[in-house]
């Protein structure tokens, strides 16, 4: 995700941005449901730009999967087990919400099981 301050007409040129990189990998795809898999999401600061004036120290980021149709097993956040105020299953919707509440400047990786 590419992101400047809006104004600068040469942000490209002068590397006044930010870009944003959101990937993600599967393992055990294989398996019924999806939920038995393991889903790796990696949110993560290029170096291509150089930041810009008035970017945010950090960012709130809410990442929805859905299909997710079994309670999860463990979502961890950088390797670290969350708790249930990071996440929310809605078994109705078979949907999970994971909420980054400050991603500052480094990679995060959420993995979910």
């Known amino acids: 995700m ?12 002068t590397k006044q ?7 993600a990998t599967i393992e055990n795809l294989d398996k019924t449901p999806i939920s038995a898999s393991t889903l790796t999401f990696t949110l993560a600061k290029s ?5 810009y004036k008035g970017a945010p120290m950090s ?8 299909n997710w149709q079994t309670t999860p ?3 961890e956040i950088n390797g670290v087990l969350s708790n ?4 929310d299953w809605d078994q109705d919707k078979s949907r999970l919400t994971v ?4 991603w500052a400047q480094n990679n995060v990786m959420i993995s979910v099981r």
């Open 84 to 87: 249930f105020a990071d996440y």
């Open 2 to 13: 590419y992101e400047d301050d809006g104004l600068s007409a040469n942000a490209i040129a």
């Open 59 to 66: 960012r709130e980021v809410t990442l929805v999967i859905h």
């Open 47 to 51: 170096n291509d730009g150089l930041g």
């Open 99 to 102: 909420k980054i509440a400050k």
């Open 17 to 23: 941005f930010e870009l944003l990189q959101f990937s």
């Open 73 to 75: 097993k463990q979502v």
